[in-house]
């Protein structure tokens, strides 16, 4: 009887013994006793965990398991029973392990599919004793892992014979080996956005660009919308991004209408945050300029001013490529154009053979086949298709828009209709490709029944896409549409007019044309209605989350507010642009801490800066955006901008009459004395209010009191005060439920204690580290970060210091704040490491290069903590 493979979604584990061939000439005969001893090994762990093997081949195992977590068992009781193994000669036997979750296909007797290739390709990477698993895998695994057992991101890479990058961690098991060389893979530096389907065609023109590249510093592909220019620059940077040895970033800048911000969202995509003492251009020109990066630049023809700012860049970084997209070129020396015409059409002579070759008809044929399985030219549909790419003049948007039709239409129809639809109207002054384009959409959207075609519209109004409680409370579709909105969102959705995108929670997003094209559709009534829902929607979003920034499920809100950017961002521009102070500062105080946490402090400033200068706005809610700009300043620095801003705040608080008030602000303004080295004052400060909250409790303000009056006690040479005071907050945070309060609690208690070398705060500063990476806390990680290169100068490892220290500086830089360079009480340890990192460069630039992950695990080790210890918070 033939064995049982299971189906469905499917674990497949590869495996087989490293150096293989070596073991069998040095031992001989009695390589066959080791490998049998081996596979037996194997069987009896793959049996237990209910996997079954597909086949073996000499030392090699395939196995199917029909959950993960059999798997990933599987795979650790094997290594721990091979490493517990006595082995003749005294040899090693290391097993290298590959997992990957997909789609169990089977053709006869065996598993067939790309998911078959990538579990044996991601085996092929590692190493003998090393189980790597897949990004599926792994997030399926990662809340329920065996004990002793945790996972290593190692990031993206690029695997033999497969098109996209793999994230690739690996399992890293108590009592085993964990250290292990680079994997066998090529590591993706650098990201791309993950392509709207298959790049089909444009061999010819995507060589030709591949070339001009070559002798190059900026190539600008140029043409109208829907011509797909965005998706060949994506082929560009994939073709020739490799050989650039820093990476290659794909800029989407379609949302930004303001040349100024551009260098802003170059940092961002580059992952870099500069501090506030310079301009974003400036620090963006000191980034790159020692590297080797492509830069893709999509869609420029709303700020072609930028091209001065791409000019500077160029000029003060040899090393970086250039390649944008525009409907226009930027007009900047050495700019190569490169026209991105329409694809190519039949002309009208070609045979039904050769029509398959024919771009625009290859293109529309793929996308059909998608939405109708076993779609294909023929000899009966090819008059409809070789008129259909005609009359779209081989524009890829609107060849696809009209492929999509096949659902309901055959392509005879369609052509019948586009004739009818499409290529009437549109007026003189406007290019005949640009007409057809937008009467493409303008088809698909008459086509739409009365109520999709209104909410289609409505849409329009959203920045990057939309959750659907955000969409209900704007659209209205329901109730004064008579649709309900996911059944309009599913439609919209059939007609490729909206795309589904899973994070978390469904997000809906149009392609930026298609927006556009919504949003233009918007009679001024309706979008003067939609954008006001749309600002007071997403006030409200951010004031619900607000309280959760400091609580248990503080990332979740965090990554939450971080994917809606864009549309808190053009809520704060409608409340900014019509002057509605009130609403301005509450959204400023309920965004502070995304941006001080999730390194935009220089955006944030800027936002404080214009909700400020305007008029009206309650007390209340101006005393709290004085706080947020007094915090924002603080973290960059600027201890004058802060000063004046928490003392603004106090003298409302005062005003307002609200002690609870009063007390946070007196906190906030003992920062103030404590910069300047006035210790007393900010004591006296501080103990005002500890006797407001000893009055009007408030667990959450008192441990910021305590924690802070730690700090002082410490200044003043009273280390045991200091520490009580310090356990003291902890407690109370962590009572109260408060993880802000309680990770930077922690820190400062670990802080403190390192001044008088209590061993006590390694503890502290386990903890603390551990959560501000859970939470993803980039100023808190860049300050623990920093804590371990201080504590780094005390070992004789003179090179790991100045590693830490350029780790440090890098995530400084994420975070976008300056505040660990400018401490008084820090000056003489700073200069030190400044000193060793002009002793031993190379190692500060591998610091500079650590990913997060990589930075914190070399912290942990460097301090001596163990990497698996979870933060306790209970």
Known sequence: MSKRLPTGTVTFMFTDIEGSTRLLRRLGDAYIEANDRHLAI????????????????GDAFFVAFSTAWAAVEAAVVGQRALAQESWPGGVTVAVRMGLHTGEGSLGGDDYVGIDVVRAARIADAGHGGQVLVSESTAALVAKDLPKGVRLRELGPHELKDLASPEEIADLAIDGLPQDFPPLRTRVVRGRLPERLGSFVGREALLAQALELLDGTRV???????????????????????????????????????????????????????????ASPLDHLREHLRDASVLLVLDNLEQILEVGRDVSAVLEAAPGVKVVATSRAPLGIGGEQQLPVPPMDVPNGQQPVHELGSVESIRLFTERAAAKVPGFQLTEANAPALVELTKRLNGLPLALELAANKVKIMSPAEIAR????????????DVEPRQQTMSKAIAWSYELLPTAQATLFRRLGVFQGGARLAEIEVVCRSESDLGIDTLDGLEALIDQSLVQVRYVDE?????????????YGRLTDDERGDLQERHA??????????????????????????ERDIDNLRAAMGYFINLEQAEEAMRLAHALWRLWQTRGMLHEGRAVLGDVLRMEGGSPLSRMRAYEAMGGTAYWQSDYEAMTDSYQRALDLARELGDPLEEANALYNMSYAPSLGGDTERAIAQLEEARDIYEIHPDP??????????????????????????AQQAIEIARNAGNDLRLSWALFSAAYLAFEVDDPVGLGFLDESLLMFERDNDLSGIAFALGASAFRSLNTEDEPAAVRMYGAALRHMEIADTSLFLSGAQDRGRLEALASLAERHPVALEQGRAMATGEAIGAARHQLGLPRDRPADNS
Do not use: C
């Open 42 to 57: 194997l069987r009896s762990a793959i049996s237990d965990a209910g996997g079954t093997v597909v086949r073996t081949e």
């Open 417 to 428: 209709r586009l004739e009818l639809r499409i290529l009437s109207g549109g007026g003189s």
């Open 700 to 725: 959450v303000g008192l441990s910021n009191v305590l924690s802070s009056l730690a700090v002082m006690r410490e200044f003043e040479g009273q280390y045991q005060a200091a520490l009580e005071a």
């Open 219 to 277: 190539l600008t592909l140029v043409g109208p919308g829907g011509t797909g220019k965005t998706r060949l620059a994506i082929r560009i940077a994939e073709e020739a991004g490799p050989d650039f040895a820093d990476g290659f970033f794909f800029v989407p800048l379609s949302t930004v209408s303001d040349p100024s911000l551009a260098a802003s969202a170059m940092l961002h995509s580059l992952g870099v945050r500069g501090p506030d003492t």
């Open 506 to 518: 469904s997000r809906y997003v149009m392609l930026n044309v298609l927006r556009e094209f919504a």
């Open 536 to 561: 007071r929607a997403y006030l409200g979003l951010a004031e619900q989350a607000e309280p959760g920034l400091s609580g248990r499920d503080r990332r979740t809100w965090f990554d939450l507010l």
